[in-house]
Structures are given as C-alpha cells and as structure tokens.
C-alpha cells in the first residue's frame, strides 16, 4: 500500500459521510484564500518509520456546518472552540486512516487547529509536500495536504521519554 | 446502566455519549485517562468504557492497565475506539486488556454490534 491522491480522497470521504453525513467531490482548485478568509487548518504529524505532517483546511463556514453535525445543534449555535474542536479530531481521523498507507510502525501526535486570516504554517524539521487533494463539500473547499521531513528529524529529549 | 465516554475531543464525547444514551446507558464523560479514573471512582457501577487511544495527560492504553490492575473494576468492558489502525497496536491494547476496538470513523451499528459482541447490547434493548 502507499499514499495516493485517490487513497486521500476515499478515506477523506469515508469521514465525512460517516461522521458528519455531507457529500463530498473531488475537485480542483480554487482553493480557500488563507490571506482575505477566515479558515481552520487542522495538522497532526506522524513520527515513527515514516515522519511527516497530514493537515486539513477548509473554510469556517464549512467547519461551522461539520462542528454542527458532530455536536447536534444548529451552525449559528456553534461556539468558536467547538468548531476547532471539531475540525482536530476530523483531521486526527483522516490522518490516522491515511497512516495505513505510509510505512510502519509509527504514532501520530495530538492534533493541532489554526484558526485565523493570513497566517502560514510551519511544519518542525525541513519538510516537503508530498501530496495535495482538493475536494468540495456543499460548494465549499477542503483541501488535504501531506508533508513529509526532508531530512531525519531528531527527537527532543521529551519526545524519546514518551515513546519509552 | 452506566458507561463511560473517555476522549479529549468534546465533539467525539458528544458523538458517542448520544449513541450510547440511545442504548440507554447513564453516559459520564471523561477528558483523559486520568479524569476517567477520578470519574470511574464516582461511578463505581459502569459496565462499559469508550477509550480514545491518544490523549493528553493519561493515554487510553495506560488507562486500559490501570483499570485492569484494579480488582474493584474486573466487571468493567472496555472498548478501545481510536484512529491507531496499526495491527501491532490493536494487539498490544488487547493485550493490556481491551475487550474490543472500533476504528474510527465508525457507525452506530458498528459500535451497537461491539456492545452486543461483550453482551452488552443496551439496557433498553
């Protein structure tokens, strides 16, 4: 098995019909505008045989509509911590499905939300993007961006002291 | 009867609290494995715990060993429902004493199929 655009999309989509209920397509750009928009951009990094980063973005409209499916109440009564809630633990779970197909064994961290305008994301260690699958959902962008290390990362000394 | 739903994501809690509340179990929640002990204490009752795997704090496998370490909980099923889809993992949870594991995303029939695997199947069922 390795990490394919289409493996990307089926188990993005496996979520969000499963979890939340909406449709998802594969499409291409445009996608959301970090630099005029407000989005949400979910990352959780995978260390181990294969050291990366998997990260979901969308716009806060859309994680609004999926914080409100996963909470059960209505978008306009979503608050602003649920829907960063809701949008790490979708990209926890998209992720962690794509982790199947990248080599093991390897442990993925918690995941970490971005929730703003016009901010950009660094990923700890030299990195690359590996893969990159734009999708629609309800008309509006979620993009699912892959980053592997260029270079070995070195583990801190609290990251060795918690894979002992 | 009482469960407990133990994630440190409150979307997943509200997600699996309200499928186990449609069984009929009593649902408390937990944030951690170490929450989920102070509130396993206060429900000493609980037949059943959802366990996520990676959570701050107290992780879901420490907790598994915690509670199968504890005599007073030997009546307690646990569930592990996490996004680790590593064999190797699956096996070392059932080792340290997991009944079951449910890989997320999951439905509810899924989760209605493991509680009835552990004889569980629901109080209203």
């Known amino acids: ?164 | 009867m009482d469960a407990l739903v133990i994630d440190d994501s409150r979307a997943m809690r509200t997600i699996l609290g309200g499928m186990l509340t449609d069984l009929g179990f009593r649902v408390v929640q937990a944030t951690d494995g170490r929450d989920a002990l102070a509130r396993l204490a206060e429900t000493p009752a609980a037949r059943l715990a959802l366990v996520d795997w990676n959570m701050p704090e107290m992780d879901g496998l420490a907790f598994i060993r915690a509670v199968r370490a504890d005599r007073a909980y030997e009546g307690l099923k646990l569930v592990v429902v996490s996004t680790e889809t590593e064999q190797a993992q699956m096996a070392t949870a059932l080792e340290a004493g997991a009944d079951e594991y449910v890989m997320k995303p999951f439905t509810r029939a899924v989760i209605a199929e493991k509680l009835g695997l552990l004889g569980l199947a629901g109080p209203s069922a």
């Open chain 1, 1 to 164: 098995m390795h990490l394919t655009d289409d493996n990307i999309f089926r188990v993005t989509e496996s979520v969000w019909t499963l979890i939340l209920g909406l449709e998802l397509q594969r499409s291409g750009p445009p996608e959301p505008d970090r630099g005029t928009e407000r989005t949400l951009l979910g990352s959780v990094q995978i260390a181990g045989a294969w050291e990366g980063a998997g990260q979901v973005q969308c716009p806060a409209s859309l994680a609004r509509r999926a914080a409100a499916t996963m909470f059960g109440v209505a978008p306009e009564a979503v608050e602003r911590d649920q829907i960063q809630d809701a949008l790490g633990e979708l990209a926890n779970m998209i992720v962690g499905n794509l982790k199947a197909f990248l080599p093991q064994p390897s442990r993925l961290s918690l995941p970490t939300v971005v929730d703003g305008v016009g901010y950009t994301v660094r990923i700890p260690g030299s990195s690359r993007e590996v893969a990159r699958v734009t999708m629609r959902s309800g008309g509006e962008p979620l993009v699912v961006v892959v980053h592997t290390r260029s270079t070995p990362h070195r583990a801190t000394p609290l990251e060795r002291a918690a894979r002992s």
